[in-house]
């Protein structure tokens, strides 16, 4: 057991170009979140996968932000022309699916920012 | 819907003093109650639960009581170290949410030695 991991752990980029992020959960772990972080904030959820599909969205999420989880393992999450606002923490996080109570496991997380 | 407040930070200590940061919530079911923990560059680490009324998180000299009459799971500790310095954030999951976890805003805690 590895513990989650991201990937790039920090990402600069451009204002208008896409990025992709990589979260690789626990293996066996079902479900996988994805959150986003600004300073001085909670985590701010996304959206969660059970297995390979997807089941919750938040409802502030601009159609730029994209997540799949081929096959039920890893997961990527893109944000296609991108914004300063776009500016955040994001945070990976997986846990098995037992309910109330249930550990969720977090990776170290990608830091994004859009110059 | 479900909500969870935290005290605002930060908080500043000096080493060996006593620790409470509070956290209230607000559920329409039985929900489990976290304390995780962020250190400074790193991710977020569960530090102690509780799944039911009257039940005590503890986990590295920190405790937690889930309190239903009062709706609260305030973290304690008894003599807190420079080591201690983090962010905590409070979090409940519920079937009403799923079970995805809703978060406190965090409350930054500053150990001076």
């Known amino acids: 057991d590895t513990g989650v991991s991201q990937d790039p752990r920090h990402k600069i980029t451009k204002r208008g170009q896409n990025v992709t992020f990589r979260c690789d959960p626990i293996?066996?772990?079902?479900?996988l979140y994805w959150y986003r972080q600004t300073l001085g904030q909670g985590p701010e959820f996304l959206t969660y996968?059970?297995?390979?599909?997807?089941?919750?969205k938040s409802r502030l999420l601009s159609d730029r932000f994209s997540a799949e989880r081929p096959k039920g393992s890893f997961s990527t999450l893109e944000i296609q022309r991108t914004e300063q606002g776009d500016s955040a923490m994001y945070l990976c996080?997986?846990?098995?699916?037992?309910?109330?109570?249930?550990?969720?496991?977090f990776g170290q997380g990608t830091r994004l920012t859009v110059v | 819907g479900d909500s969870v407040t935290q005290m605002e930070g930060p908080v500043t200590l000096s080493e060996e003093a006593f620790l409470t940061i509070n956290c209230t919530y607000t559920?329409?079911?039985?929900?489990?109650l976290f304390w995780y923990v962020q250190y400074p560059g790193e991710g977020l680490q569960l530090l102690l639960k509780?799944?039911?009324a009257d039940d005590k998180g503890s986990n590295k000299g920190f405790e937690a009581t889930y309190r239903k009459e009062t709706t609260s799971f305030h973290l304690e500790k008894g003599s807190v170290q420079v080591s201690d310095s983090a962010v905590y954030f409070c979090?409940?999951?519920?079937?009403?949410?799923?079970?995805?976890?809703?978060w406190g805003a965090g409350t930054k805690l500053i150990i001076k030695p």
């Open positions: 996080a997986s846990s098995r699916d037992r309910g109330l109570g249930t550990e969720a496991f």
């Open positions: 293996s066996e772990h079902n479900r």
């Open positions: 996968f059970q297995n390979e599909a997807q089941l919750e």
């Open positions: 559920a329409t079911g039985y929900p489990s």
């Open positions: 509780a799944t039911k």
């Open positions: 979090a409940l999951s519920s079937m009403d949410s799923n079970y995805q976890l809703i």
